[in-house]
């Protein structure tokens, strides 16, 4: 294993471990070739997947085909999109990567000095951009009929709502597993060998935490094995409709009691130039205002299987099977592992993340018991999930370092491939609703 280890002034060090290039995995030695020859580099989020090679296979394979692959947008117009996106977050990683692909993409230059200086087709999409970033639920059919009369097709629509959900979701992994600029960015990084007896405290880095001060020690392992053991084995009969509305109200009233994280840093000059509305950001469902005009989401009324899948697939050929592979791998990955202990089945744990972060969204699945939320997720876990999936650029070390300290690096980043794709499926949830809504 590899350290980034900081090389310029004034910034701080990545504090976590990346795949080796040199890995003696096959599978992963052959994915991290592949991408070099895609994109003309190795970056440090595809090194940090290598930890889990099936699913990386999956997400490269679908980042090709929205930024290289098919489709009615131009390439110069899909990384400025990207762009856009990850500025939202202030994702300054992910922005540096685009702008550099967005002039090799034949890009005009002048683009890059904000939105003043691009074509008024994309600069209409900044209003999209940042509901579907924040507050995903206030996206409905008059964004579409918007949009259209700017000359969008539909086509071109969905094609930019899946890369901007993709880049918002990504910069959620990006700040979560603490991804720091490559070696040929400002502020980048060199590798080096990390030794045993190094300081791991960075302290330069920020000593802002997220986390509740007043949050419970973390139970561990063993005791979370038991309790999955105890939901596996239950008798308890199955919860009522009303009953199961009720759990998934109590975790979204809880939700929303949870501290907000931590101050919002100052946006740079390079980021702060693409953003539009910089204070529109993520307020709890709970406190969402008029509740007629948004109200719970029912996945049984439209689920990613039966509904958002085959309009993805219709209006921009192969997406959907792409995104429903991938949606697939990382709900469903297990090496049947939890820290030291092997054999375990995980699937309660994973399902109560994934269901946790829709709940964030107001997405209610009512096949899921809630109840298991509580049961599964400690506090100082939920708070973690919501800081990465709502707030990111707020995450700091310190909350890192503070949750699932029993955990191995690799599932750590396991847990954060979960929440980027269960942000992803929400978030296009919704904004594949208000395109179907506009069709019909």
Known sequence: MVRLEFVASGSYKVYHGIVPVSTSEDQTQMLFVDAFLQNNRLDHVTQLMGYHPNYLEMFLRTQQYLLRGDGPLPFHYRHYIAIMAASRHQCAYLIHLHEQEFILQGGDQDWLKGPAFIPTKLRKLHEVNKILAHRPWLFNKSHIE??????WSVSELVQAIVIM???HALSSFVFGCGIKNEPDHHGGFTYRPHSPTENSNDSDYTSDSSSDSNSEPEVGIEILMERMKKLKESQEEEPTEE????????????????????????????????????EFCYIDFTKRGCTEE???????EYSWDDHGFSIANRLYSEIGNLLDEKFSMAYNL??????EVIDVDTSAFRRAIWYYIHCLYGIMHDDYDYGQVNQLLERNLKQYIKTVTCYPERLTKKDYDNVMKEFKHSEKVHVNL???EARLQGELLYALRGVMQYMT
């Open 146 to 151: 918007g949009l259209r009369k700017e000359a």
């Open 334 to 339: 297990t090496y049947y592992t939890m820290g």
């Open 243 to 278: 009953e199961r509305r009720k759990r998934f109200e109590k975790v979204e009233f809880q939700s929303a009691e949870l501290t907000k994280p931590g101050k919002k840093p100052s946006p740079k000059a390079e980021i702060i130039k693409y953003v539009q509305d910089e």
């Open 165 to 167: 959900a993709h880049f």
């Open 418 to 420: 979960m929440l980027l």
């Open 294 to 300: 948004a109200p719970t989401f029912r996945a049984n």
